[in-house]
């Protein structure tokens, strides 16, 4: 038992070590490799547009229909459109977000990489002078964090979208109404921070995709298991940076709204 408890602790000493090293390998791999930075971002943002939309309209649609029951039968019908913008832009579109890239992507770069790490490819690398944290794992982590904020507007426009077809459909509220009521309760200053936070997410999720890919034991099973422990600590990291970031965000808006920043 203590041999593990060690053993866990020097591993999350080389990952604290691996993300220090990505961080500041970052600003020299957009420069240099401005090219795979692209297309890794095209492998995250737009091959997840199908999922993201999808998920954010049935979001959307059953938080009206649940909660749009509940509220006529107290007589607050009206507050429907407020209550559930601010729910669904402020917390649940950055949640979902994160969640859906951390299940896609942290399986996705584990994998990939775990399969380089099978093949040796990662090793020939190393032998050809090319570093892999700056010329793969850079790109990745970089692309997921500019995909995710990109991604959580989608879903909360698509989500709010859901909710007013379920209006439109079974409400009594004009689509005008609909939409000027949603913004009653909406401030920049809650929004944007909201949408913000994603990509630390998203950087959250490519860091530990690749760490978990270039750990992984030489063999097809290990790729597998690799696989699936990065969807499990991705999603994880989410939401524990979701429980740090928002008290820290609200201090911050706290304070700068008292002029105290």
Same mark, same amino acid.
């Given at each position: 038992?203590?041999?593990?408890?060690?053993?866990?602790?020097?591993? *999350?000493?080389? *990952?604290?070590?691996? /993300? +220090?090293?990505?961080?500041?390998?970052?600003?020299?791999? /957009? /420069?240099?490799? *401005?090219?795979?930075?692209?297309?890794?971002?095209?492998?995250?943002?737009?091959?997840?547009?199908?999922?993201?939309? $999808? %998920?954010?309209?049935?979001?959307?649609?059953?938080?009206?229909?649940?909660?749009?029951?509940?509220?006529? @039968?107290?007589?607050?019908? #009206? +507050?429907?459109?407020?209550?559930? =913008?601010? &729910?669904?832009?402020?917390?649940?579109?950055?949640?979902? &977000?994160?969640?859906?890239?951390?299940?896609?992507?942290?399986? $996705?770069? @584990? @994998?990939?990489?775990?399969?380089?790490?099978?093949?040796?490819?990662?090793?020939?690398?190393?032998?050809?002078?090319?570093?892999? /944290?700056?010329?793969?794992?850079?790109?990745?982590?970089?692309?997921?964090?500019?995909?995710?904020?990109?991604?959580?507007?989608?879903?909360?426009? #698509? =989500?709010?979208?859901? =909710?007013?077809?379920?209006?439109?459909? @079974?409400?009594?509220?004009?689509?005008?109404?609909?939409?000027?009521?949603?913004?009653?309760?909406?401030?920049?200053?809650?929004?944007?921070?909201?949408?913000?936070?994603?990509?630390?997410?998203?950087?959250?999720?490519?860091?530990?995709?690749?760490?978990?890919?270039?750990?992984?034991?030489? #063999?097809?099973?290990?790729?597998?298991? =690799?696989?699936?422990?990065?969807?499990?600590?991705?999603?994880? &990291?989410?939401? %524990?940076?979701?429980?740090?970031?928002?008290?820290?965000?609200?201090?911050?808006?706290?304070?700068?709204?008292?002029?105290?920043?």
């Amino acid at each position: 038992m203590i041999a593990r408890g060690v053993w866990q602790l020097e591993q *999350f000493g080389r *990952f604290v070590g691996f /993300v +220090a090293l990505t961080l500041a390998v970052l600003p020299r791999a /957009v /420069v240099e490799r *401005f090219g795979e930075v692209l297309w890794q971002f095209e492998q995250v943002a737009v091959k997840s547009l199908p999922i993201v939309l $999808g %998920a954010g309209t049935s979001v959307g649609l059953v938080t009206w229909l649940q909660t749009h029951r509940l509220l006529v @039968a107290n007589g607050a019908e #009206s +507050a429907l459109p407020s209550f559930l =913008a601010v &729910a669904v832009v402020v917390e649940i579109g950055p949640v979902l &977000a994160g969640v859906l890239v951390a299940s896609r992507m942290g399986a $996705g770069l @584990a @994998a990939e990489l775990g399969s380089m790490r099978l093949n040796e490819e990662i090793e020939a690398r190393i032998v050809l002078g090319a570093d892999p /944290v700056p010329s793969l794992v850079a790109p990745r982590a970089i692309a997921c964090a500019l995909a995710v904020p990109l991604l959580t507007v989608l879903i909360d426009a #698509s =989500a709010l979208l859901g =909710a007013l077809v379920g209006e439109v459909t @079974a409400g009594k509220l004009s689509p005008l109404l609909f939409w000027r009521d949603s913004l009653v309760f909406l401030r920049l200053s809650d929004v944007i921070p909201a949408t913000l936070k994603t990509a630390v997410f998203g950087l959250l999720v490519g860091l530990i995709g690749c760490w978990t890919g270039l750990n992984a034991d030489r #063999s097809t099973e290990a790729v597998g298991r =690799a696989a699936t422990l990065g969807v499990v600590r991705a999603t994880l &990291a989410v939401f %524990a940076a979701n429980v740090i970031l928002v008290p820290c965000i609200q201090l911050a808006t706290e304070a700068l709204g008292l002029g105290l920043l």
